[in-house]
């Protein structure tokens, strides 16, 4: 009797219109997909399209104009009298990638930060910095050196970060200006505050580390927290909701369904550790571990975003610190799943890098909490976004004088000083039959300039991590 009613019940289900499958069939075939496309330690889904916002690609494309510009700074300041001939910066450029003839062409854009003129006595022309462009270096040196106390508070809570307290000293420089560091900080910084610092070398590998003298249980409250605590006082959100949630604003044009709703709500109830707690006595086998685990490199990258000057950094500099901060290899894909937290921009260096913002920091293209040196910073690309209509180009290069502005002569000179290690290059330049200047066999082979911004160093497993 039981087998005859089983096979009824089976012909009925399989006689059913398949345009309106039973709710078993619908029921089933939507919990299959769920949990495939689903981690299988967290809710979220691993793989999720990603939603442009155009807010901050367009950002991107300025920093691709002040990148190139700042390059052609360094090396016009690193030249006899801060000036150096259009056809001698022709050949020069092309350690930037530029071709023939596109470095003038490049320059004469931005007539705010470079001023071509033509030499009164050669009669050929010239190229220098506007008073503009060096008056914006100077306030970006000063706020610079005005902030190297915050800057060694940063340094401090991205030691303690590391599994070990120590970093290769390397991968900081590399990343030195995003945390707001001098050129010099190894000597400014690391060895002024014997107190916080200590610098070694390590016998295995012979590179320099830093390595932090002793933990300070003040640093170790994130950003995250007190932007909880901000939110709890100011809108009265439950405790329990805001306990471990992150604050998550989504793209424009992001779709937001049903389940995956469910999913985020699930997700910021996850409770994990600190990015300052030392978890390597840690049994990390458990399906909770490894969920506590993967929020916790969503906090370790936010609290490394919160310490840089402009809430932002490139994907790749994030990669050098993976190993010491325990985060996933795949980190395009990781943070592809937090698309309401970060955002990844592949602008600005024809997708060569990856440059992860923090969402929250931004409104509308503008740091909600600017600092000093993002301000003298954003003066740069300010000059980038004049209109060329609104520089006198002509009565301001002939009468432009050196000796009326001992200040920014001075200037010069600081600067020269500190870049000349960079440009400590001598070129040698041949003029053929028709007069034009031409570069000797062994001319600019020394300095290397590419427009990866110092990211020349081996980053292990570069396309695992990324891709």
Excluded at 426 to 453: C, L
Aim: hydrophobic share 35%.
């Amino acid at each position: 009797m039981k087998k005859i009613v089983f096979s009824s019940f089976a012909t009925n289900l399989l006689k059913s219109d398949s345009r309106k499958p039973s709710n078993l069939i619908a029921f089933t075939l939507h919990n299959s997909i769920f949990t495939r496309h689903f981690s299988q330690s967290t809710s979220i889904p691993k793989n999720l399209q990603r939603v442009r916002d155009h807010g901050y690609d367009n950002y991107m494309e300025i920093q691709k104009k002040t990148r190139k510009i700042l390059k052609f700074q360094d090396l016009i300041l690193s030249q006899h009298n801060q000036t150096v001939p259009i056809s001698r910066l022709d050949v020069l450029s092309r350690r930037f990638g530029f071709k023939q003839h596109e470095a003038g062409a490049f320059l004469l854009k931005f007539p705010h930060v470079f001023e071509v003129y033509e030499h009164p006595v050669q009669r050929i022309l010239y190229c220098r910095l506007t008073r503009k462009a060096l008056l914006q270096m100077q306030q970006e040196k000063e706020a610079l050196d005005a902030q190297i106390p915050d800057a060694v508070v940063r340094l401090r809570k991205l030691l303690m970060m590391s599994n070990t307290g120590r970093l290769r000293l390397e991968h900081v420089r590399i990343a030195r200006s995003e945390f707001g560091l001098p050129e010099d900080f190894e000597y400014s910084v690391v060895l002024k505050y014997p107190q916080f610092f200590r610098l070694f070398d390590a016998k295995e590998t012979r590179n320099k580390y830093i390595e932090i003298v002793e933990r300070d249980p003040s640093l170790t409250v994130c950003a995250i927290e007190m932007a909880r605590e901000r939110e709890y006082r100011q809108k009265g959100i439950d405790a329990e909701d805001v306990r471990f949630s992150f604050i998550i604003n989504f793209p424009p044009g992001f779709k937001i369904g049903k389940y995956y709703r469910i999913a985020v709500w699930k997700w910021q109830r996850v409770p994990y550790w600190s990015p300052y707690e030392d978890v390597s006595g840690y049994d990390l086998r458990s399906l909770e571990a490894q969920k506590r685990m993967e929020k916790r490199a969503v906090a370790v990258i936010h609290e490394l975003l919160s310490m840089t000057v402009e809430k932002k950094i490139t994907l790749e500099r994030i990669a050098h610190f993976r190993m010491a901060m325990n985060l996933p290899k795949k980190l395009k894909d990781f943070l592809l799943q937090h698309q309401g937290i970060f955002y990844i921009s592949t602008r600005g260096n024809h997708g060569k890098l990856h440059t992860v913002f923090l969402r929250e920091a931004y409104k509308k293209g503008e740091l909600i909490e600017p600092n000093d040196l993002y301000l003298a910073r954003r003066k740069l690309a300010d000059l980038v976004l004049l209109s060329p209509r609104k520089a006198k180009v002509d009565k301001e290069l002939v009468s432009y004088s050196r000796d009326d502005h001992d200040e920014t002569s001075r200037f010069r000179r600081d600067h020269v000083e500190n870049k000349m290690t960079k440009f400590d290059v001598q070129e040698n330049f041949v003029v053929d039959e028709e007069g034009d200047e031409q570069p000797g066999s062994d001319a600019a082979s020394d300095a290397d300039f590419t427009d990866d911004d110092d990211d020349g160093a081996a980053i292990v497993d570069e396309e695992e991590v990324i891709h």
